[in-house]
């Protein structure tokens, strides 16, 4: 599948997640309390998935994600959809938000799609192509506690099986962009090895463009290790950490193609157009054009609506500048 000719050079996308309206957050805490209904909830989820396809469309994102809306944590949705994980307590993820850390006490199974109904209402939104997302095996498995399998190796390899079925069904569904979210990936250098044999489960076969997300870890500990991870596109997060990674690449070329980390979503400054296009064009120095999609470090959830769109907005008049400038 030749997605990527569809789209133009240097793509501008985001990582995943979108601001939560405060309503939706609200909406979310009386499901919970038993006031709201299921179904309620939806409609207000979809409704603020229109908002995020709609901004995208307007600033003119070429490869476009859903917000994830529906999801309070990368974590806990997943583990709430799937067999063999129960409910933990509360644990600090960072900052000040927190998220139930879920247990595993049996065999992980997928109880029906994770991700493929968002992905289609989203995608029937627009006619640009949108990502489906989800959390990959290894951060699943990193971020619960284990309380069945005799090994981590054995719970991620079940995790990324039941995966890949979803993986499976998002293509089938009309997906092209699959993006495994594993931000634990590169915590724990010793076990690339694992991270490489669970993501090679998930797209051995896969008919669509994969992309893996890693952020926030010791990536000068896993690279160049990291470009033998069986995906098409690896994203990380450089902004927050001055493009540290660039000297590596120096060392040893950058082989696949990259989602570009460009604006820091953990501070409130809004990176100017310049400042992102100067990240652009000292990325050209190690990398082609062809490579490279241009995006935030992470997730935008963090930040305010008005510092999404105002971040976003200069992102793309970046790109759009070094496209001229090529």
Known sequence: MNERSRLPLLPTTSVGSFPKPESLQKARTRLRHGSLSPQELTHLEQEATQNVIALQERLGIDLLVHGEMERGDM????????????????????????????????????????????????????????????????????????????????????????????????????????????????????????AKEALGIITRGLDAHTITHICYGHFEEVYPAMLELPVDQIDLELANNQFELFRSFAQHPFTKEIGLGVIDVHTHTVEPVDVIRQRIEQALDFLRPEQIYVDPDCGLKTRTWQEAEEKLTNMVAAVQAVRAAL
């Open 75 to 194: 974590e806990e949705y997943f583990a709430e959809r799937l067999d063999g994980f129960a409910e933990g307590g509360l644990v600090r993820s960072y900052g000040n938000r927190y998220y139930r850390k879920p247990v595993v006490i049996g065999p992980i199974g997928r109880k029906a799609l994770l991700t493929v109904d968002s992905f289609r209402y989203a995608q029937s939104l627009t006619d640009k192509p949108i990502k489906g997302i989800f959390t990959g095996p290894y951060t699943l498995c990193d971020w619960a506690f284990n309380d069945y399998y005799p090994d981590r190796r054995s719970l991620v390899l079940d995790l990324a099986r039941v995966l890949h079925d979803e993986a499976v069904d998002l293509a089938a569904a009309g997906c092209a962009f699959i993006q495994i979210d594993e931000p634990a990936l590169s915590t724990r250098p010793e076990e690339m090895d694992l």
